[in-house]
Nanobody, 122 residues
């Protein structure tokens, strides 16, 4: 059983930056691909970014490519997403998720965090 706890959300002005963190416990962290997803009110949860277990491969949704950077520190059992040039359309609850072995761009991850709110004001 893997537990995930996100942190780092908050309120930021358009054009600003935030870094979200997700601390994992209860499993062999490097065996899990990690993903970030987001869900805005009234919308489906959507893929944002993912990173392979060793951290060599990263993947991004087109809507965040060039603005967000996913990374991980396997020694600290933590995955991050650096979010720059934020705009109001990025407002959502952001979730991290763990998937055994392989990255997925859909929500078929094994474990989920509780989410952290990101609000971008115009």
């Amino acid at each position: 059983q893997v537990q995930l706890v996100e942190s780092g959300g908050g309120l930021v002005q358009a054009g600003g930056s935030l870094r979200l963190s997700c601390a994992a416990s209860g499993g062999t962290f490097s065996s899990y691909a990690m993903g970030w997803f987001r869900q805005a009110p009234g919308k489906e949860r959507e893929f944002v970014a993912a990173i392979s277990g060793p951290g060599r491969s990263t993947y991004y949704a087109d809507s965040v490519k060039g603005r967000f950077t996913i990374s991980r520190d396997n020694a600290k059992n933590t995955v991050y997403v650096q979010m720059n040039s934020l705009n109001p359309e990025d407002t959502a609850v952001y979730y991290c998720a763990a998937r055994y072995m392989a990255v997925s761009f859909t929500t078929d991850y094994n474990y989920w965090g509780q989410g952290t709110q990101v609000t971008v004001s115009s």
